[in-house]
């Protein structure tokens, strides 16, 4: 049966791809786990669709981070080797957001999170999608990452999660979020 736990990081470090160990604080390592735990956010969300789209299109972001994270952990001299997002990704990304835009309604000014549950993990995630993304355009300004479709990518994601919580208001019946300005008395 095999083992869960290896005890190797019990030092503080821990391994990228490959045999290189570094301290668990490394900057690729938080990029990792800044991906990962959006993409368990955006599984919150998929959980909690109501839209079958949603949820089809979610497990395939879910499995684009996976090799995000590849990328990201990957010596450099190999990390073109892990690519898996490029171009191409972006694009259907950008065909997804606009295929939804085409059944919401895009409010005027900033809207307050948690109309419904559905909308509420999607305002998560992208807030989860936006911190990856700093991670990795800080390695990428550092010269760690020479892969800007990673950038862009993360970017695009985090207006479909803007995207996907309008389209679950509209899954649960609510035609205008919650403004986040206070209506004038």
């Given amino acids: 049966m095999p083992i869960s736990f290896t005890g190797d990081g019990d030092d503080g470090s821990t391994s990228l791809l490959g045999d290189e160990r570094v301290r668990k604080d490394d900057p690729r390592i938080a990029a990792c786990g800044d991906l990962d735990e959006a993409s368990a956010c955006l599984g919150l969300a998929r959980a909690v669709s109501r839209n079958e789209d949603a949820r089809l299109v979610i497990s395939t972001i879910q499995r684009d981070l996976h090799g995000v994270m590849a990328e990201v952990v990957a010596p450099p001299e190999s990390a073109a080797r892990f690519r898996t997002v490029d171009a191409t990704r972006v694009a259907w990304l950008e065909d997804v957001i606009r295929r939804w835009e085409a059944f919401v309604s895009m409010p005027v000014g900033f809207i307050l999170p948690g109309d419904c549950l559905g909308s509420a993990a999607a305002a ?41 919580e309008l389209l679950e208001n509209r899954e649960a019946g609510i035609e205008r979020p919650t403004p986040a300005r206070s209506p004038s008395p």
């Fill in 124 to 164: 998560v995630a992208r807030t989860v999608v936006r911190r990856a993304e700093r991670s990795v355009s800080a390695l990428t300004l550092s010269g760690q990452l020479e892969n800007l479709d990673l950038l862009r990518y993360l970017n695009r994601l985090s207006s479909l999660c803007y995207v996907l």
